[in-house]
């Protein structure tokens, strides 16, 4: 299995791997620091290069359903002629920052929303200009309050922290998942935890910023009624 170097370290741009196989599916390495879409967050793009020059620009990064495997996908023809990879290759795998940094400031914004608004999340992505989060919500909060209330919390400058609990403890404190659709994934013994510092805290696998300030000011968009017991608030950032 590839090791996922961004689950402990969320700013690790570059590394060098190893290529363990390539198919139809994407390029598999030893290592990476290229997150894979889930948990509404899209999966990482940038590059993989060989120390001979080789470049191979990846669109997308996956994990196959059925087997797990991490999956670096080329961009369309990118693994044309002169530039392919194969099993063996050393590569420097380096993600695109500026986009990573985006989506992280915006789902670690993405918590702290979930914390003012007290309801069940019904559904989410993450996005680098706008995001979302679905409440199983029957009123319609103020977006004004709502969008002073995110700015606050992220002028606190509050630390964002990971950590692990055991699969015991997470079915111990079931209030921690507020997620009504998806549930963490469980079986390997131990959940990831997000802990945004007295605001936050549940089970997540995506990355985050350190600290709230980091964020940057943020907006409240169109607030969308989606049902009777559905409400859809976007999220922007302010710039």
Excluded at 103 to 120: E, F, I, K, N, Y
Excluded at 140 to 151: G, W, Y
Excluded at 158 to 167: L, R
Excluded at 175 to 201: A, E, K, N
Aim: hydrophobic content about 35%; overall charge negative.
């Amino acid at each position: 299995m590839t090791e996922e170097l961004f689950r402990a370290d969320a700013y690790l741009r570059q590394c060098e791997a190893t290529v363990t196989a390539v198919d139809v599916r994407g390029i598999q390495l030893d290592r990476t620091v290229f997150y894979p879409t889930g948990g509404g967050q899209p999966g990482d793009t940038g590059a993989l290069t060989t120390a001979d020059g080789r470049r191979v620009a990846i669109a997308d990064t996956v994990k196959d359903r059925d087997d797990g495997a991490h999956l670096h996908v080329p961009a369309e023809g990118a693994q044309d002629q002169d530039q392919v990879l194969a099993a063996g290759d050393v590569v420097t795998a380096e993600i695109d920052w500026d986009r990573r940094h985006r989506l992280m400031r915006m789902h670690t914004g993405l918590h702290l929303l979930c914390s003012l608004v007290d309801a069940p999340v019904t559904g989410g992505s993450v996005g680098e200009d706008r995001s979302r989060l679905d409440f199983d919500l029957a009123e319609t909060p103020d977006k004004e309050a709502l969008t002073a209330a995110l700015n606050a919390l992220v002028a606190q400058d509050k630390a964002v922290t990971p950590s692990w609990i055991t699969d015991a403890e997470l079915d111990a404190n079931p209030d921690l998942v507020r997620t009504m659709s998806v549930q963490p994934p469980r079986g390997s013994g131990r959940v990831r935890i997000i802990d945004v510092q007295g605001v936050d805290l549940q089970p997540c696998g995506g990355t985050h910023v350190k600290a709230t300030g980091e964020i940057g000011p943020l907006r409240i968009g169109k607030i969308e009624k989606k049902g009777r017991q559905n409400r859809r608030i976007n999220l922007h950032f302010a710039e």
